[in-house]
């Protein structure tokens, strides 16, 4: 019996981890990908205090100060999370373990929507990448690509227009979804070109990296860097049994506390609707210690 589960070792919950076993409190992060989504970036330049550093490094380093404080990591796969008491919870893994605790910290994050072509996973987190914010700086005075229609994808684009040589925005239909003023500054852009009813057949490069897009008529499009913006899902489902309050894009809505509407169940990271979803690692790390900090303070109240 803990007195708070993590499940997810990653931005937030391996901070959450730290932050919990400061307070003494007993604690285990459940991730089946140790270091999360960061993990996998090549080069992080945007995290205060690291100039510049591999994504693996630095959650090499959260992790480390999780264990160093106290906390216990699992490498497994959370299959379900049931409450079974007022206060209790049980956590079954998919390696066929079943824990308990008093309190629940849901710190899964948010799984890209992949384009499922040939040669994406082979250059993911590299010269593919799902965030222009973590690594447009990398592509400076480059051509790269963005494939998609909505907000996320236009202003991505216009981002990379400040830093690139040129943006070349892949759009599937003969629609933007994007609103009208990001289109409009887009469309303004010198050095942005925008291909309407175009889509990605092929991810094609070498060990030096990527060199273009193959494109659906068998064109080749020449690239250095492709950034992949058709939307992400938070990965809430394993709580769905308990039914917490969601948003219109399935994230789990959260108090100032980080606690959802499920007492004694908490959420930091990609996974909220904290910190006005913007997803960085910086952000992740400040909700986890949050949660943290929320759970001592109601254990400290209640007495359980």
């Not at 992790?63 to 216990?72: I, N, P, R």
């Not at 999370?81 to 079943?98: A, C, D, L, P, Q």
């Amino acid at each position: 019996m803990y007195d708070v589960i993590i499940i997810g070792a990653g931005s937030a919950g391996l901070p959450a981890g730290m932050y919990a076993s400061r307070y003494k409190l007993s604690n285990l992060i459940i991730g089946e990908m140790p270091g999360g989504a960061l993990a996998t970036s090549h080069c992080v330049e945007n995290y205060p205090g690291t100039l510049s550093a591999p994504g693996g490094d630095i959650m090499r380093n959260f992790m480390e100060h999780a264990k160093v404080a106290g906390s216990e990591i699992l490498q497994d796969r959370v299959e379900e999370v049931s409450k079974i008491g007022e206060n209790r919870f049980s956590v079954h893994t998919m390696g066929g373990k079943v824990f308990e605790s008093k309190r629940i910290i849901l710190a899964t994050g948010n799984e890209y929507k992949m384009l499922g072509v040939p040669g994406e996973k082979e250059f993911y987190g590299q010269w593919v990448s799902y965030c222009a914010t973590c690594d447009g700086n990398f592509y400076k005075w480059l051509t790269v690509a963005v494939i998609g229609a909505g907000n996320t994808a236009i202003t991505e684009a216009l981002y990379l227009a400040e830093i690139c040589k040129e943006v070349h925005i892949l759009v599937r239909s003969d629609r933007i979804r994007a609103e009208d003023i990001w289109v409009e500054k887009a469309k303004a852009a010198q050095n942005i070109v925008i291909h309407m009813n175009t889509q990605a057949k092929e991810v094609i490069g070498s060990m030096m990296g990527v060199t273009g897009l193959r494109l659906q008529d068998d064109s080749i499009l020449p690239l250095d860097g492709v950034f992949v913006a058709i939307g992400s899902t938070p990965f809430t489902r394993i709580v769905d049994s308990l039914s917490p309050d969601k948003d219109a894009d399935g994230t789990l809505i959260v108090d100032k506390r980080q606690e959802t509407s499920v007492k004694g169940l908490y959420a930091a990271g990609d996974v909220t609707t904290n910190s006005n979803k913007f997803r960085q690692t910086i952000m992740s790390a400040a909700e986890g210690c949050l949660a943290a900090n929320s759970v001592h303070e109601d254990i400290l109240r209640l007495g359980h």
